[in-house]
C-alpha cells in the first residue's frame, strides 16, 4: 500500500517569514495530494489539493508543488500569521476505485509573534 | 448546513464496555469514512463505506465494526472496548473522485 512521510513534525516561524512542508509518497500511481489543516479541537480542513497532472498550484499565501519524478511535494506558506498556527497533514490516494487516502503524521506549525 | 456531525463528542469507557459511535452528513455524499487519531502517527483509516449498504476495511479495523444502513449515515462500533482504542475519531466524506474529505469534529474517546 501507499506509504507517506511527513517532516518535520514541528516547525516554529517568525511572523511574516515563510513556512515549509515536505512530504514524499511510495506509491508512484498516487494522482491526488490534498493538504489539510487542523486547529485544536476541530476536524482536518481541506486548504490546498493537486492532482499529479500539474506541477504546482497557488492560493493566494499558499501554495503546493510536486515533483513526480522524486515522488515528494510541499505545501508553501508565505507572509506567515499568527492565524496559520495548527497541526498541517498531507495526503496521496490513487484514484482507480480506491477510496483510500493515507496521510502523513502532521507537522505542529508555530508562527511567532 | 451541519456538514459531518459526530455525537457524542466525549466518552469515557470501562474495558470491556461496549458503545457506537455515531456519524451523520447532510450533504448527500456517496463516500464515508471512520478515521483515528493518535499522537505522531496521524489518522488512519478504519473503515469506509463507498456507498450505501458497502462497508471495507480500512488500515486498523481490529476490534471495530461499522454500519451504513443508508446514505446520511455511518456507525462505528466497539463490542468490547480496549485502553488501546484511546483515541481521537473522525468521521468523514467525500463526493467522488479527486475531491475532498470533509471532517466532522471528533469523538475523544479514552479507555480505562
Known amino acids: 500500500g501507499e506509504n507517506v512521510e511527513q517532516h518535520p513534525s514541528t516547525l516554529s516561524v517568525q511572523e511574516g517569514d515563510s513556512a515549509v512542508i515536505k512530504c514524499t509518497y511510495s506509491?508512484?500511481?498516487?494522482?491526488?495530494f490534498p493538504w489539510y489543516k487542523q486547529e485544536l479541537g476541530k476536524g482536518p480542513q481541506l486548504i490546498i489539493d493537486i492532482r499529479s497532472n500539474v506541477g504546482e498550484k497557488k492560493d493566494q499565501r499558499i501554495a503546493v508543488t510536486l515533483n513526480k519524478t522524486a515522488k515528494h511535494f510541499s505545501l508553501h506558506i508565505t507572509e506567515t500569521q499568527p492565524e496559520d498556527s495548527a497541526v498541517y497533514f498531507c495526503a496521496a490516494i490513487i484514484n482507480f476505485g480506491n477510496e483510500k487516502l493515507t496521510f502523513g503524521t502532521g507537522t505542529r506549525l508555530t508562527i511567532i509573534p | 448546513n451541519a456538514g459531518v456531525t459526530q455525537t457524542p463528542k466525549f466518552q469515557v469507557l470501562k474495558t470491556g464496555q461496549s458503545m457506537t459511535l455515531q456519524c451523520a452528513q447532510d450533504?448527500?455524499?456517496?463516500?464515508m469514512y471512520w478515521y483515528r487519531q493518535d499522537p505522531g502517527m496521524g489518522l488512519r483509516l478504519i473503515y469506509y463505506?463507498?456507498?450505501?449498504?458497502?462497508?471495507d476495511k480500512g488500515e486498523v479495523p481490529n476490534g471495530y465494526n461499522v454500519s451504513r444502513l443508508n446514505k446520511r449515515e455511518f456507525s462505528l462500533r466497539l463490542e468490547s472496548a480496549a485502553p488501546s482504542q484511546t483515541s481521537v475519531y473522525f468521521c468523514a466524506n467525500r463526493d467522488r473522485e479527486h475531491s475532498p474529505l470533509h471532517f466532522g469534529n471528533g469523538t475523544r474517546l479514552t479507555v480505562t
Open positions: 450533504m448527500n455524499h456517496n463516500s
Open positions: 463505506s463507498a456507498s450505501e449498504g458497502t462497508t
Open positions: 506509491d508512484s500511481a498516487s494522482n491526488y
